[in-house]
């Protein structure tokens, strides 16, 4: 404890030392609203033929964990157990490729809704905040603002709309009317969705709201296609867009320069064999100029001050009136089993 | 520089005069001849109860949901696999398939019901569990088969104060695990939990986590309690997916074990060589000590291993005699074992048989718990044990019926098993049609139906390795004889395939049913509307009469 503060102190002190020479603000901080970061990744299919969905959704997961989003602001959504599925041959893992190259699902994983849980509801209601009062933090979008969003989903869709689980689906209307919810309710400052689906760009030509910067695995009258099989499960490992995104996503850093409009050109025609679609017009930036960070890394809240703060004198906590008078009660182990039942029988 | 050093060791000093709670790791190997490896790992933590909140090591989300919801004993297990009590013997501690929360609340909780749900909720945020799923019309009160484990005030009625639940379809993997882990003082980089490498833990074919909190007697007369946050992980190995006999923490974990956790006050592993007398093996390393144990007339040999933190590798392992490894082992099963299924065919009426055997000479208490759901209603008229309704060997029941969405069906059964016998529960249910809505996503996958709980007062220490309800650490159960071994085991869950629509019909039922329309209306409008007349076949007019034609009729 003391010796935290002392680190503090000389951390403050020289921080003093270096203002007192004069810290230039970039220009371009002080124009952003940028604050935080948050990742909506939702995977909404069902089975075990659906493999590949749930290593698309966990490659993302990986590529934003490792450029810095905490878990905690991460919100995963995966409808299907593949990782421990009795049909994996290789417990505990998902692969992105046929030859183990990458385990996207990981050794620290923490899927927010699982299961049933992942339903239109739940999501419509996450989006917006509206979530039953008893709703864990983990379990909430806790955007403000100032929050930049990157929402990925992945699943089974159609012209207009995206299925959940097999047994319902989502309109691109009503995600429209979502974000828009959202919008008022200034929950983001800046969205960033990416849809790897069948007909995907249908689910983003409805939105309406500003700010929104959205692509797609393909055009309307497209499939999205599947990368390939591994023979050892059985099933297609991982769809073609997401394979390359998380290949491009491996070499970036959070130093890295790379710029959203690198990521927009990820897949080309005849890598995806879909035409990979973009939504610019709701997005007041230049895409060209955007950084790849501004929705895959995170912001860590930095307020800069040229006044030393004095953090030696901590408010006194209150004490808590504990009842330390009151007489000590005997306490007792029980027997575990109904023996008074028992006696009474005798 | 020697002031700096002066400096930090007051400030240790000073700081290990404040601490008041202790942390310890324990491991427990038991070989179950011929083909499995049981082990069992357990992390104590104890905490002066009065600061749960100022505790260095307890973990503070922990603390924060038992003080907030007033909660005085939890039970929380994540389990993959079934425990087969005749041929493994009895577990430390059993738990269901699936996921399993009891808990006992404080007596000045108003309102238990909305507390229990918020509970739920909020431990599944923790786990990363769906124990949100966990209703009023999931949830039991038993009032034979749990008791409180830890140290409570006397009071007259205890179980109104206790919920259970379990979620028999819930999966446990690595997303349960990684939170889990964050709960431990040297989460996984230090100590025994640096062994739980989710890919090897998951290879296994029982794998279980939990988590148990309760509160332990802080002195002799017991005027005062502190709380014990017990986290536990139990696996068990087939000899066929490791493809040897001899083991080792390389084999097991994928790795050694790099030292005790700095925060632990001990560390301690325990190897079970009893069966080293039919099955010869030899631990390398050689254990420090050896300990007896006679507990009750049931004679146990413990390896015992101090771990310290001293950086180095350590990997314990067994090597099986070859001269042995050819021999046939007689299973000796447990003195009580118990299997359940379900009867009947069709999709109207079915039943459930719980099979109880005692194997032990003398007669057995036992209480059976059957929870099933209310889209299985179970009728108490149609209870038989031994197929007939008013056996003598059921000594008290409880039954609470359940309501449609509301309220699970409830029986409780004390029943003295006779020496050497088999008894047979059964009781019949009806299946129930359930809404469009109310249907699971894969609802031809089946239902699941929740493990009965049988809480048995053993009178032989048999093939049981639970700890004393006194004791927390593992050296407790050295010649800890007690009259009676209290154990709570759960039988296997079972499956049902409820009356389940074709989903689909309702779209081919539009479909067809468009096309039919389509096919009748089209002609039929036709004929009603359209007026057919018969054109003038004459001869071919010329092009100055077309025009004449033409004009005539714009004149009209």
Known sequence: MYRSTFLCCTFIFIFFIHSNQGVEIPEKFQKSNHTNNWAVLVDTSRFWFNYRHVANVLSIYRSVKRLGIPDSQIILMISDDMACNPRNPRPATI?????????????????????????????????????????????????????????YLTGHGGDGF????????????????????????????????????????????????????????????????????????????????????????????PTSKRTMSEF?????????????????????RDPDKVPITDFFGSVRPVI????????????????????????????????????????TTK | MSIYRLFWIIFISAYSVVRSDDFKEEMYIKPLPPSHLYTYFQFITIVNHKSTEHSHLSPRSLG??????????????LTEGQWRHHQWGYPVLDAAPGAELYAWFATDVDDIDTQWRKLTSTLSGLFCASLNFIDNFNTVIPQMALWPTGAVKPIQNITSQLRYASLPREIVCTENLTPWKKLLPCESSRGFSALLNSRMIHNTKYHSIGVHVRKICANKDCTDTHLEIKQTVALVYDYKII?????????????????????????????????????????????????QSQRGASETEFAVYDIHNNGEMINIGAKYDSKYSNNMTVIIPPPIYFNRYVLGY??????????????????????????????????????????????????????????????????ELLIKLPPRSTTTVTIDFEFVFLKWQEYPPDANHGFYIGSALITANLPTAKQYSSLPISGSTFDSIINASKPWYPAVFRTNGAMVSLPTPDFSMPYNVICLACTVVALAFGPLHNICTKELILKPVGTPVSLTQKLMNLLKRKKD
């Open chain 1, 95 to 151: 692969f992105n490729n046929a030859h183990e190259q990458i385990n996207v699902y990981g050794d620290d994983v923490e899927v927010d809704y699982r299961g049933y849980e992942v339903s239109v509801e739940n999501f419509i209601r996450l989006l917006t905040g509206r979530v039953p009062p008893d709703t864990p933090r983990s379990k909430r979008l806790l955007t403000d603002e100032g929050s930049n969003i990157l929402i």
């Open chain 1, 162 to 253: 995206l299925k959940f689980q097999d047994s319902e689906e989502v309109t691109s209307q009503e995600l429209a009317d979502a974000l828009e919810q959202m919008w008022q309710k200034k929950r983001y400052n800046e969205i960033f969705f990416i849809i790897d689906t069948c007909q995907a760009s249908s689910m983003y030509e409805k939105f309406y709201s500003p700010n929104i910067l959205a692509t797609a695995s393909s055009l309307v009258g497209e499939d999205s296609l599947s990368h390939h099989v591994d023979s050892a499960i059985g099933v297609y490992i991982i769809d073609r867009y997401t394979y390359y995104v998380l290949e491009f996503l491996e070499n970036v850093h």
């Open chain 1, 264 to 284: 927009l050109a990820v897949c080309p025609k005849s890598a995806c064999l879909s035409t990979v679609g973009v939504r610019r017009d709701l997005f007041k």
């Open chain 1, 304 to 343: 800069i001050t040229t006044e030393p703060i004095n953090i030696i004198d901590i408010p006194k906590r209150k004490k808590t009136n504990t009842n330390k008078s009151a007489t000590p009660e005997k306490h007792e182990y029980m027997p575990q089993f109904p023996m008074h039942l028992l006696q």
């Open chain 2, 64 to 77: 924060e949901v038992i003080s907030r919801f007033k909660v005085d004993e939890l039970h929380l297990t």
């Open chain 2, 243 to 291: 493809n040897s006999m001899d083991w080792s923490f390389r084999k097991l974990f994928g790795q050694g074990l790099p030292g005790a956790c700095t925060l632990s006050s001990a560390s301690t592993i325990y190897v079970d060589v009893t069966t080293n007398s039919s099955h010869s093996f030899k631990l390398t390393p050689s254990p420090h000590r050896i300990l």
């Open chain 2, 346 to 411: 069709g999709k109207e009426f079915g039943g459930i048989v719980t099979e109880l055997v005692n194997n032990y000479m003398t007669a057995i208490d036992v209480v059976l718990l059957e929870n099933a759901p209310w889209w299985l209603p179970i009728q108490l008229s149609s209870l038989r044990v031994n197929g007939e309704a008013n056996n003598k060997l059921v000594i008290a029941q409880y039954f609470s019926p359940g309501r449609n969405r509301q309220k699970p069906y409830h029986l």
